[in-house]
């Protein structure tokens, strides 16, 4: 590898030489990413303490900067891409994204209008109407109808977009230009996800004002309590704006009933948002479609290739059943961004999709995540996953140590020790210092509940077996 | 190359091997990218028309999807990299960024908290302070004192961040908890980027509240109408709380005058944000620094290695004087994002400083851009470009055929055709046309006004130079 002795760019000689051996790097992180403890034990300040204290003054090999990568990174490296990886949920990577991220940072296009680079919106907007084909959405989420689809960076921005527009949509486009000044109330279950709460602050309507409405058995939504608090909320004389339901709770993959929730919600004029950002990848089988029951009735939807789709954080691929309602939310047009093609109304210009101005490539790398393994291959994995965490969970329940805290509808366990918090917190201490597999934890009826979710990219049914086999060890002992 | 004949995922070695291939064709690309027409010249819709209709059902070749980029994504495709393109501001990429970015999507590591990957947030940290150095910041602005520096994904979600965090300290926090009740205002130059009127949008303040604060003769906010326009509110019962200055606008490169304008905020109680998106990379050459006097008054920064530090979009550095306000402003923590090292206080959790809960190892490709160039090698680039830049600059000026729209303080010159906007926009359409160079434009002094915008990696004296014949050229013509 070369120094850059005077300053100098790269040249596409040494990229292509330097980027091998970057490419081998990666290739051998993953072929090892199972001998490294899962979580990093580093402990606050080590990993800064080893880095020089000035940036370099003169331009330094590549080499060094890869054996830094070894030897001061990857300790401090918590190793989602592990097989044994199982806490939150998975954010899974995969040869095929990777390079088309690869082609992306190569082009180094910006997206923000049609015109700046047709190609990247045109190909997002296909291949968004690809992924409503293949979740079997339903088509006013498609360009071909008022709808459309965008990829944002997470599904927080695609909460935040809804909040937005259903304000607008609220007030007649009154806030954006007067700012607020009615006072808006919004709904989710007491197990949504905090990026609504998060929502709620940033778009000056405050936390106060999102109720959280109590969930059944299952920890779903009850819409009888829904339409109650609504209810009440009028005669106080606020003004119900917006409900998010959840397809897949963070805390226990709890499916909130679509349909009944949308009903509602039509009923009372409220915008309808539906969070499936893990769970939404299980639709590309259609025998897990009953949780999208009812989706006709919402006025947005996101779900997360970037989690359960084999496709590089980030990909929130955000749907809205009315287009217009979004952009007259979002869009601004200063001088220095008119355009013939913008002025036609021919094109998208994504940057009236979202928060951001500038935009990536990022549809790229879910094109080669869908191409390499096709519907099938996409379907095949989600079905191995969905297998054996459903193993997973009859393993839980029939063993006398452990109960099942929640129903397991898809690919997220949730377990305790029947000894209670005490036992499941050491449990969990244990476990996830021995370096062996790695589990997050959440609250459910008031009880620490551990988190077996199961949906990396080289996770199979050996690695769910060995934690197990881990578990129940550690769990004989406490 | 192989194709999946039953589904499975890349190996590594498969990985290792495409991965050559991918790694030729943007070395290939960059070795090309001279030779495109730089505006893309495909019609709405001639890139969709060519993909399939529907998703494949088996995986794919990987062969294919490379012929695919040949064939219908890159005439789509409008060359930010290339040397002729001086539209907008740059996006500029390089080698090592690209390689930074390419290990970021191999870790595949979420920085959400410090104990989901201590070394995404900590290698974060210490090349924020790095970059603090560099463009010799004031130190409240480094993690060792109040302040801290976070990379978000662009130079809007850094004023959003700034509005917000300057909102509620406005409101005591309540506006967060019970949503926004008081009549804010906002104040920026009538030069500054949208995303500041699109930031007071979504934090529910609505443009009717954003003051555009006239200019002078170069550009640049007018201290004086801005205290006017604050006593004048003030007087009206309202509640002046927010001022962005631009160093280097959009439209001109006009620089705000920091000092009087942050003395203005503290005398009145204002927060201070200062965007420096694209010009704030110019202070790496100390020369280039006297367009941050007074930068030390203000609460808020940013700047956009991936405008014009070759530095893969997305990566926007934003620093707050106080961390503390940020923090209290974006942070919620749920029970599964709860863990021993956030509440031990030790750490920074970078969530709690953006609105999305995810993020990708962004400081890996910036950490790789400052050790391949090193200081003086970025120092060197920045020189190159603003004296091209000038040079072009004084090209115009001797030129009976062109007028400059406006002073060059660095490497964006504004220029128009004596005979007026018919004459220029003529002259605009053609150049871009023609494939040779790309030239966007704007309004100023409510004249259709070309910029020449030179910062790409690849663009060399004779590049501007180039362009420079072909303005010449068809400028008599017109």
Chains 1, 2 share one sequence.
């Not at 054996?67 to 592990?82: E, F, M, N």
């Not at 609220?170 to 230009?177: H, I, K, V």
């Not at 005490?422 to 551990?450: F, V």
């Amino acid at each position: 590898m070369s120094s850059p002795a005077s300053p100098h760019h790269m040249t596409p000689d040494e990229f292509e030489q330097i980027g091998r051996d970057v490419m081998r790097w990666v290739a051998d992180y993953h072929r090892n990413v199972e001998k490294y403890p899962v979580l990093s034990t580093v402990r606050p300040g080590e990993v800064r303490s080893q880095l020089p204290d000035h940036p370099p003054l003169r331009g330094e090999s590549m080499d060094a900067v890869l054996k830094d990568l070894d030897r001061i990174i990857l300790p401090g490296v918590t190793h989602w891409q592990s097989p044994n990886f199982f806490a939150y949920f998975p954010a899974n990577t995969s040869g095929p994204a990777i390079l088309g991220d690869l082609v992306s940072s190569g082009l180094g296009v910006q997206g923000m209008l049609w015109a700046t680079s047709p190609a990247c919106t045109e190909l997002e907007t296909h291949v968004l109407d690809w992924m409503a084909e293949m979740l079997g959405l339903p088509e006013l989420f498609t360009s071909r109808s008022s709808g459309g689809g965008v990829i944002l960076d997470s599904a927080s921005s695609a909460s935040l977009g809804a909040i937005l527009a259903a304000r607008e949509r609220a007030t007649q486009f009154r806030s954006n230009e007067e700012g607020l000044s009615e006072r808006l109330v919004g709904y989710v279950s007491d197990q949504a996800h905090s990026s609504i709460e998060k929502g709620m602050t940033v778009a000056g309507i405050g936390r106060s004002n999102l109720r959280l409405i109590g969930t059944d058995d299952r920890y779903a939504m009850r819409p009888d309590l829904l339409e109650e608090q609504i209810r009440k909320d009028r005669s106080a004389g606020l003004r119900p704006f917006f409900v998010a339901a959840t397809v897949g709770t963070t805390s226990s993959h709890a499916m909130d009933p679509l349909r009944s929730i949308g009903e509602v919600c039509r009923r009372e004029g409220l915008w309808f948002h539906v969070d499936a950002a893990h769970a939404g990848t299980a639709a590309i089988a259609p025998e897990f479609r009953a949780m999208h029951d009812g989706l006709e009735l919402a006025d947005s939807y996101c779900f997360n290739p970037h989690k359960w789709m084999f496709t590089t954080f980030d990909c929130d691929c955000f749907y809205v059943a009315d287009r217009a309602s979004l952009i007259k939310t979002l869009s601004i047009l200063p001088e220095y961004l008119k355009n013939k093609a913008t002025e036609s109304g021919a094109v998208i210009d994504y940057r009236d999709w979202q928060i951001p101005l500038g935009r990536r490539f990022r549809s790229l790398k879910l094109w080669f995540v869908i191409r390499w393994y096709g519907v099938e291959g996409l379907q095949y994995f989600v079905r191995q996953h969905v297998a054996a965490a459903q193993e997973f969970a009859r393993w839980v329940e029939a063993d006398p140590v452990f109960e099942l805290a929640a129903p397991t509808p898809l690919n997220l366990v949730t377990f305790r020790h029947r000894k209670g918090d005490e036992a499941t917190r050491t449990l969990q201490e244990r476990l996830n210092a021995s370096g062996d597999l790695y589990l997050s934890h959440t609250l459910l009826g008031g009880k620490h509940t551990l988190r077996m979710s199961i949906g990396g990219t080289w996770t199979e049914r050996r690695h769910v077996e060995r934690a197990w086999r881990r578990i129940q060890e550690e769990g004989r002992k406490v």
